[in-house]
């Protein structure tokens, strides 16, 4: 259940009017009242001889009855609330009980204060309500509403346990706005999947998304087909923006725009512009380590997800270590990096992976204030996915995603733990749905290339060679592997690494140093990739099958040897 304090108003019949009328788009169906605060107040809705003035004058009376120089301008209280979509729906006498605990929860008119502000709750919808009132209590006096948001929620979390309804988290402040009545039926009736203010959240993100100036976040926008418009101050500096959908319109047929932060807290131009300052050093946390040297540059989306894969390791290593403003850089590049990601997926992954990017962007806020310079290669990363262009999401293309969705489910996974540990209900719920998103994701990336994998490793030799080289580096967890569906595919892959030079039991010990393996559905599959990302191996074990190595090595010669004692 979501209770949202609107904006104070000045006129009491304006609002009267909206509540009972057809609303902006004939979405109010039979609107009536369910309560107010006293039984006998006449319904517009239900009683013919009523009007919306009536209405208007009663709830009116306690400021009408103060002097002129104490009325206040701003009186109407507007609270609206609104159930989970899954939620049954509920009766009026249940609203009603509802309307009254808010009432009295946010300080409007406390249970047992008769000289409390008048309100009353109507109805218009199946799945919410929406409570009136005015700020002068009976007494003259104005309520007490100090933090009225807060309390509000903390009301709607026992009314959620009371009613057996979908219990959400209390949220922090730090969420994007959420679409109106309004634009939810706007959508349904031009059949969007979203309401034009979440697909413009999406949008700017994605523009925003490794950006490095002001002219590449706007050229982006205008790319993406978007109407901008720039707000300029009168000494020519830029103080922000609005955005609109090119189909998008009101009712006189004009676009309808938002503002950056009207999309989302973070989305404003400053806060933007805050991810463009470079440090003035790189952090040494950033640096590629001498085992894991840095790869050309980015000639296309394999060479970018290489980079983003390990980016988005380093990150992993780092985020539950460094300082909290350290830790939300981080969390926040890291969704950049899959907004840049889905944008430039293919089509066969596309939506899981925009689904997680849409859920992630919940997990990247809170009131933790990143400190920006520490998330410079996951920036890096999300500019270097964005740049090169879509995948076609087959051969190195399609594996190497594979590879940067592995390993970017870890690190949402690490963003969901810290937000827990935090207390942040809310994005680590949101971190959680993202994973779950990219687990389907990587399901389908990872089904040709781990297909080929596995088929090359069906030798019962190589499996038992590399068997040897699993107990020998991974003792704890070598049964539990070895049992696993996915064990072919990593005895290829140890195979490979033999056979590019490496000493695999070093490459095993350096894949699981740093990280638990817990939360992976395969823990063959994640190993696969760690290993094929550190050896530098083909990403497509069918685009360049290497041959294993000479039994000269002395690796696999005592593996060999190893194997025959068995």
Known sequence: MIPRIH?????????????????THEEHTDPHLVAAWDSLVPDPGRNPKATYADLQRLLDQPVEALPKSRRPTEHVWHLSIRAAPEDPILSDEQWGDIARRMVAATGIAPDGDTAGCRWAAVRHADDHIHIIATT?????????????????????????????????????????????????????RHQRERTPREELRESVRRAAAGARSE???????????????????????????????????????EPVFYSGSKLAPDLSLPRVRERWTPPAEPSSDEVVSPE???????????????????????????????????????????????????????????????????????????????VHGHD??????????????????????????????DTAFFLVTAAANWHAKKKHAQQAEAAYQAAEHLRAAYEIAAAQPMSVLHQRGRSMPLQRRQAVVLRQALPEIAEQVLAEPGWPALAATLADAQAAGHNPTHLLAEATRHRELDSATSVSDVLVWRLRRLAHLPADPAASLPRYAPTTQPALKAANNASRRR
């Open 136 to 188: 002068v209590r009976e007494d003259g006096r104005r309520p007490r509403r100090h933090n009225e948001a807060k309390r509000s929620q903390a009301e709607a979390r026992l009314i959620e346990a009371d009613y057996g309804l979908r219990r959400l988290s209390t949220g922090d402040g730090t969420a994007a706005q959420r679409p109106t009545s309004a634009e939810r039926h706007k959508a349904d």
């Open 376 to 405: 410079r290669a996951l920036r890096q990363a999300a500019h270097d996915l964005a740049h090169s262009g879509s995948a076609l999401g087959i051969g190195e293309d399609g594996a190497t995603t594979a590879m940067l969705i």
């Open 7 to 23: 904006k104070m108003g000045t006129r009491t019949i304006g609002l009267i009017r909206y509540l009972y009328g057809p609303g």
């Open 215 to 253: 002219e590449e976040f706007f050229g982006r926008l205008t790319h993406a087909g978007l109407l901008v418009k720039r707000r300029v101050a009168p000494s020519g500096d830029l103080l922000g923006y609005t955005v609109a959908l090119p189909d998008d319109r009101n009712k006189n047929g």
């Open 292 to 370: 894991q040297p840095a790869l050309p540059p980015v000639t296309g989306p394999a060479y970018a997800r290489r980079r983003a894969t390990t980016a988005t390791w380093q990150a992993l290593l780092l985020i539950e270590h460094g300082d909290d403003g350290t830790a939300a850089a981080r969390i926040a590049a890291a969704g950049e990096v899959l907004d840049a990601l889905a944008e430039t997926s293919a089509a066969h992954t596309r939506r899981e992976l925009r689904d997680a990017a849409f859920a992630f962007e919940r997990a990247s806020r809170s009131h933790v204030r990143a």
